[in-house]
């Protein structure tokens, strides 16, 4: 409908959609601003009585600071491993689901639960199955005479156990994106290349994977980004640790923030990563246009 | 921009010589299934491909129920496990005792479940008004605004919640509401409003436009084209919004944990208190709670599954 054609109703236009912009800006934007600006300044809130400007003495610093780029480094590790993992599964997951097995909508509701459950649970699940008193994980390890790590207390084993809990918790996305570009694909194209006498494996190297390798970008491009910002699951299950070997950027500003109370240094942190995601967000953006493209021939 | 064609440059195949491509689709071999209301998978020999098929696809279910139900049914089974026989993991025979589901009350732990329970539900709500009465205009008028107003609405979904969380503990500890039910549901609300503009849009795409044009027409006013057309047909996109929401405010984490410490923590946040200092090893408690917080997700899943991958897929693509 034409603007115009509203007349008088403009005003409940306004009052209609005023509101939630008004309360977005205020809730959303707002602070993402001000964090921008917080990361010019010096604040502590424990030494500083208001933020004061400190000639970006933040961002020398953040250049400088190795625990950051350790993070950085440990984040991007786990973005990668993480995606990976969901992308194979997912795609395992989405194929099998697409040969309509019995059930299927059912089966679909249960493999989605682990993303819908609270990232707090999933962490205490997996918390739990790799402890060393009550876990299955440890314990089948014992059954087997394997060595046992302390799971969660050694570093290499600690971002494994996450990298696990993650793979459980959304893979489902993955694999829900990419049974809906499965679907999308006409039962013609599979029919004919049978005719034509294509194995399995051609027929999913030549006509399928084709059909959904830009959602498999989407989906690894949101996995990505979503697991390099992980905070939920380390907190509960590792809080960082052992030592710093499984401090992920996201928990490096929580601390500086939350624990050392250095709000403008954490702010800056926060700016850095906004400005990394942004570009990030810029390349999904340009293979998401594609991925479309190749879903609507 | 598509590949040329099913049969193109897909398998030069091994059993027949190329130039024997552009074969009638009908093939010589295939008997092939008469043609059902949903396309069939063509099958290469009848009786022992359909069993082969059965075996497959048993072994892909009894796969996906053992990669995802593990951690559930063993979170069941810790949570109703006897305290004495609790760390002795060789027992998985037991009689189940549902003490902890007794006593979860009593020791203080149903005060966060509440909590969780009423400011997810309002502030699911107050999102549901605010970001209905958004979609519905924006769904369909054209103005000359909408594309910069949208934006604004919607730029928030690509800042991940850790870049507004300092801020907003500042904001509301300067508005003394740290450790109220109050700062929860003013953070709910604005948290999934974009979501929810953006699931009601997709779902209000089905509306057809003509409906609310025509009643313009004649002379209908903006709020009663709302109330008596769109509201009604906005039923599902409603429903999937609220769910959605619903769910996402009772999984949130980050935010409770740092604007609530004792008489405002949501289920989440008492979960949390579990993995440090002296409630460290009560797992029976621990994986109570952790049932009692995936009971209402299970229930929504099961209920609403259609709504759900709906709107998750939508949530998910345009977010």
Redesign the interface.
Same mark, same amino acid.
């Given at each position: 409908m034409k603007w115009a054609a509203l007349g008088s109703g403009r005003v409940y236009f306004w009052i209609m959609t005023v509101p939630a912009v008004v309360y977005v800006v205020a809730w959303r934007l707002g602070p993402a601003v001000y964090t921008l600006w917080l990361g010019l300044n010096q604040y502590n809130i424990v030494y500083d009585a208001a933020p004061r400007w400190n000639h970006f003495a933040n961002y020398t610093l953040l250049l400088r600071d190795g625990a950051l780029r350790q993070s950085i480094g440990l984040s991007g590790e786990f973005a990668v491993i993480a995606t990976a993992a969901e992308v194979v599964i997912g795609l395992g997951a989405a194929w099998f689901l697409d040969t309509d097995p019995p059930g299927r909508n059912l089966l679909l509701g249960v493999f989605l639960l682990p993303m819908i459950m609270a990232p707090v649970v999933v962490g205490t699940a997996w918390g739990t199955l790799f402890d060393r008193t009550v876990g299955y994980i440890p314990y089948a390890l014992q059954l087997l005479h394997l060595p046992q790590p302390q799971w969660l207390a050694t570093p290499g084993t600690a971002m494994f156990a996450l990298l696990i809990a993650d793979a459980w918790e959304w893979a489902p996305l993955v694999a829900l994106l990419l049974f809906a570009a499965l679907q999308a694909i006409p039962r013609e194209h599979f029919e004919a290349a049978r005719v034509d006498g294509a194995s399995g494996w051609q027929l999913f190297r030549r006509i399928i994977l084709p059909q959904i390798t830009g959602m498999i970008l989407v989906a690894a491009g949101l996995r990505l980004m979503d697991a390099f910002l992980e905070l939920d699951k380390v907190i509960i299950m590792t809080g960082g640790g052992p030592g710093s070997s499984t401090q992920f950027v996201s928990m490096f500003v929580y601390k500086q923030a939350f624990q050392f109370y250095e709000l403008g240094y954490a702010s800056a942190v926060i700016t850095l990563l906004l400005a990394a995601l942004g570009v990030a967000y810029w390349l999904y953006l340009r293979s998401y246009g594609r991925a479309l493209g190749a879903a609507n021939p | 921009?598509?590949?040329s $064609?099913? =049969?193109g440059?897909?398998?030069p195949?091994?059993?027949?010589p190329p130039e024997a $491509?552009p074969?009638s689709?009908? $093939?010589p071999t295939?008997a092939r299934p008469a043609p059902l209301k949903r396309?069939v998978?063509?099958r290469?020999r009848a009786a022992p491909a359909a069993v082969r098929?059965r075996r497959?696809?048993l072994a892909?279910?009894a %796969?996906?129920?053992a990669?995802?139900?593990?951690? &559930?049914l063993?979170?069941v089974m810790?949570s109703v496990k006897p305290e004495r026989i609790?760390?002795d993991?060789s027992q998985f025979l037991f009689w189940p005792t549902f003490e902890r589901y007794h006593d979860f009350v009593a020791s203080g732990l149903g005060a966060p479940i509440w909590t969780s329970l009423v400011t997810s539900t309002l502030g699911s709500l107050g999102t549901l008004v605010?970001?209905g009465? %958004?979609a519905? #205009?924006?769904s369909?008028?054209?103005?000359?605004a909408k594309t910069v107003?949208f934006l604004?609405?919607l730029?928030?979904r690509?800042?991940?919640p !850790? #870049?507004?969380?300092?801020?907003?503990q500042?904001?509301l500890k300067s508005m003394g509401l740290i450790d109220t039910k109050t700062a929860l549901v003013?953070?709910f609300? $604005?948290?999934e409003?974009?979501l929810a503009?953006w699931v009601l849009h997709t779902f209000l795409a089905d509306v057809p436009?003509e409906l %609310?044009?025509s009643a313009?027409m004649d002379g209908a006013?903006?709020?009663a084209i709302?109330l008596r057309i769109l509201l009604p047909l906005a039923g599902p996109g409603l429903l999937a919004a609220f769910i959605l929401c619903f769910?996402f405010n009772?999984?949130e &984490?980050?935010f409770p944990?740092?604007v609530t410490s004792f008489n405002a923590r949501t289920?989440?946040v008492a979960?949390?208190s &579990? #993995?440090?200092g002296y409630k460290k090893l009560q797992?029976g408690a621990? =994986?109570t709670l952790?049932v009692i917080? #995936?009971i209402p !997700? +299970?229930l &929504? +899943?099961?209920a609403f599954?259609q709504s759900? !991958?709906r709107g998750?897929?939508a949530g =998910?693509?345009k977010g």
């Open positions: - | 921009m598509m590949r $064609g099913p =049969a440059p897909a398998a195949a091994r059993p027949s $491509g074969r689709p009908h $093939g295939a396309p998978r063509p290469r098929r497959w696809h892909g279910i %796969a996906l129920l990669w995802t139900l593990p951690p &559930f063993y979170l810790l609790l760390i993991r605010l970001a009465l %958004a519905m #205009t924006f369909f008028l054209e103005f000359r107003l604004l609405i730029l928030p690509m800042f991940p !850790v #870049t507004t969380v300092i801020p907003i500042l904001m003013i953070l609300i $604005g948290f409003i974009p503009i436009r %609310a044009e313009a006013s903006l709020p709302v769910i009772w999984n &984490f980050l944990l740092i289920g989440s979960m949390m &579990f #993995t440090a797992w621990l =994986a952790g917080m #995936t !997700v +299970v &929504f +899943v099961l599954r759900l !991958v998750f897929t =998910a693509l």
